[in-house]
């Protein structure tokens, strides 16, 4: 699936069963929830926290695709195309870090 091809399904999704999109700082607050659930997996799955007993099973994929789904909501209501942003974005990042990285001895 391309980028647009899943903000046109999300926007469909949006308008035909979820009614309308919430407003933008509803959205954000959604947002800033649904990170925190990948956060709790992380800090669980890959940190020194231990899962609460049922906990255990949790999806980080799942809670992976409910990040992107907000963003792409965010980005369809404010009329970003995140295929465009996303291409700008890597081209800012391969000039201002051509040689960042590689030059970071932290990496090594």
């Given at each position: 699936m391309h980028i647009s091809e899943a903000q046109k399904i999300v926007d469909q999704w949006i308008t035909t069963t979820g009614v309308r999109y919430f407003n933008e700082l509803t959205n954000m607050a959604m947002l800033t929830e649904e990170v925190g659930e990948v956060a709790r997996i992380i800090a669980r799955r890959y940190g020194e926290q231990s899962f609460k007993k049922g906990e255990e099973d949790k999806d980080l994929g799942d809670e992976l695709a409910d990040v992107l789904f907000v963003i792409i909501c965010?980005?369809?209501?404010?009329?970003?195309d995140l295929t465009e942003a996303l291409k700008k974005n890597m081209q800012k990042k391969a000039c201002r870090d051509s040689s960042r990285h590689?030059?970071?001895?932290k990496l090594y």
């Open positions: 965010i980005a369809n209501q404010t009329g970003v590689k030059e970071n001895d």
